[in-house]
């Protein structure tokens, strides 16, 4: 669904015949509008094969999306909404998980209230005018052109992006333009906006209600409504343990008449990229076809055979992989309605690897008794130097008890060392508020292992507001809110055991599916493939580095950046993850400038 509209305040010009028209421009059928108080909603879809969101209205409030009962775990109803209308925000979003947009209209306040759901896959940006009103929309191209204006780059955003990576911020790479983060609400009267998080996601910590269940039990409960309309169903499979769970999962909750796939990538003479072996197991135990696609002829960095519909509302890694995302999505079925399915997010709610400071969590938990083994347990996983993890867990134990937890977004916490060639002046531009909103509001009080696998959620969250396939997009179920909240009630300390990561997910598959696949330790790195594309596509890329906005801002040192994109072409993978930021800001960039033209 892409959505555009209006809350004003003010006396305004109705302008529902222009957002009519632009989200005309995109749709595949009429759009349709809504008026409601202060309130001017236009909607459409860009597939109506493939888009299965839906608009619920009452009295006071429009939701927008797919939701779900989280009690009878099942759709929710359009009569329920009605129903429901009496409740708070608060009392209704409890009743619920999926992905949606909900607006609330207080006209009695003249407040308007808007909650993104906690993946955030359906987004919400806006545009505030000098009187108060608000110009809203899910695409910021959208947003633009209401406004007949002229991109501007936000640089400060743009500098974070490089040193931090992605982020579930409220500012975005444009001027004026901002982002309410998912799992947050956004507060509108006429004189003031306020975004707070409305979901907390140590609510789940140690709840009995979800140790009663198990990993498969969730992840099936989920799965089920969520893929109920769907004519097919393709995991990308690597064959690996989070995709080859969620084969397991599907192939017995899916219904008869539809069919379930799977697809897996390869390229031949990468080693360490080719899983083909693995997938085919999984295939070959669960009785599906598998689709196995070459990558050789798509490699990061080759040129696309198709134009974005819309530009990308933020830079990505995947933005040098466009042509590696179509050949994929040439290759899923199109006959009828089809569901891709990634199990990305595993890794971090579940904690691969998992915490160093879990010990610490222990103790803090459960007192000295037992925390030898646990520590014992911890080194033999990273085959660190015992001291190393003891002193670790010592120093996270001592800021524990002194409240002197790190900033998020203190210089120390990087997760790349930076390179030299990238300047001073990049520094001091980043923001301290690139960063989700939930990091203002967590207690110092919470634990050092479980505080990193918070960390981690909303690094993976921040991952999949983007979509390489705006018609056909990756749905992640291991970042919905149900399966979320089961994998965050257990302490770190139990999320490994006996040397396996992701213990409670491995085991339950395990019990379920009767299956030793999952008990795989080792794991696929695309890097090969990621060099193999650079030296492929050695000019294009220099050109369009060396050459690009962060050069000529004087913010990259060319001929430093020059030696590390030959060498990485060449098989060094030091400083990749850098230099893969700057060549997806500069795609991004070269998108919205050719498209502005």
């Keep these: 669904m892409i959505y555009a509209g209006l ?54 409030s429009v939701l927008m999306g797919r939701t779900f009962n989280k009690i009878q775990q099942c759709s929710f109803e359009k009569s329920d909404f009605k129903n429901l209308s009496h409740l708070n925000k608060e009392e209704f979003l409890e009743k619920i998980w999926g992905k949606y947009v909900y607006i609330n209209s ?84 006429k004189n003031e906006r306020k975004t707070e998080p409305f979901w907390d996601p140590l609510s789940a910590y140690k709840t009995s209600v979800f140790q009663e269940r198990d990993a498969v039990n969730v992840l099936q409960a989920t799965l089920k409504p969520w893929i109920e309309p769907y004519k097919n169903i393709c995991v990308s499979l690597s064959g690996g343990l989070d995709s080859s769970c969620l084969v397991y999962c599907l192939k ?58 819309l530009n990308p509302n933020k830079p990505f890694p995947g933005l040098i992989s466009l042509r590696w995302g179509e050949n994929i999505f040439d290759n899923i079925p199109s006959d009828g309605s089809c569901a891709f399915l990634s199990g990305h997010g595993s890794d971090h709610i579940f904690m691969r690897p998992p915490s160093k400071k879990s010990v610490a969590d222990y103790i803090l938990e459960k007192g000295l008794k037992g925390s030898k083994k646990q520590l014992k347990n911890i080194t033999q996983f990273y085959r660190d130097p015992f001291f190393s993890i003891l002193k670790e867990n010592a120093m996270s134990l001592g800021a524990h008890f002194l409240s002197r937890r790190l900033g998020k977004r203190n210089p120390k916490n990087t997760q790349d060392e930076i390179p030299d060639w990238i300047r001073q002046e990049v520094r001091q531009k980043t923001s301290t508020d690139f960063m989700h909103p939930i990091y203002e509001n967590l207690p110092s009080s919470v634990l050092p292992g479980k505080y990193e696998q918070i960390d981690a959620l909303y690094e993976g969250l921040a991952s999949v507001h983007v979509e390489m396939n705006q018609v056909n997009p ?82 990259i040192d060319r001929e430093e950046l020059q030696k590390t994109i030959i060498l990485i072409g ?26 502005s033209v």
């Design 252 to 309: 017995s909750i899916k219904k008869e008449e539809q069919k379930l796939s799977a697809l897996n990538y390869f390229h031949d003479s990468v080693k360490s990229s080719n899983e083909l072996i693995h997938a085919r197991n999984v295939c070959r135990e669960t009785g599906i076809e598998l689709i196995e696609i070459d990558v050789s002829h798509s490699l990061p960095f080759d040129p696309c055979h198709q134009k974005q519909l």
């Design 7 to 60: 809350i004003h305040f003010n006396d305004e010009l109705d302008r529902a015949h222009e957002l009519n028209h632009i989200i005309g421009t995109y749709t595949r059928t009429s759009p349709t509008i809504i008026k409601k108080n202060s309130l001017i909603l236009c909607y459409g879809k860009l597939s109506n094969a493939q888009d299965m969101d839906e608009i619920w209205e009452n009295a006071s």
């Design 106 to 189: 207080n006209k009695k306040a003249s407040q308007f209230e808007i909650v993104v759901d906690s993946t955030g896959q359906l987004p919400f940006f806006y545009y505030p005018f000098p009187n108060g009103n608000i110009l809203f929309s899910s695409h910021i191209e959208i947003i633009f052109k209401v406004l007949s204006q002229k991109p501007e780059f936000n640089w400060t955003y743009l500098c974070s992006y490089l040193v931090y990576r992605n982020s579930s911020a409220i500012q975005t790479p444009f001027k004026n333009i901002y982002e309410l983060p998912p799992a947050c609400c956004l507060k509108i009267t």
């Design 474 to 555: 990756t749905y992640y179920p291991f970042l919905y809110e149900p399966v979320v909240e089961f994998a965050l009630s257990f302490p770190t300390y139990d999320l490994f055991h006996k040397g396996y990561d992701r213990y409670p997910l491995r085991k339950a598959a395990s019990d379920h599916f009767k299956t030793e696949t999952v008990w795989r330790r080792d794991k696929s790195q695309t890097t090969g493939i990621f060099q193999l594309g650079v030296k492929k596509n050695l000019e294009y890329v220099l050109d369009l580095c060396l050459e690009g906005q962060f050069v000529k801002q004087g913010f």
């Design 570 to 595: 060449n098989g060094d993978i030091k400083h990749m993850w850098p230099f893969m930021h700057v060549a997806s800001v500069e795609i991004f960039l070269k998108q919205w400038e050719e498209k």
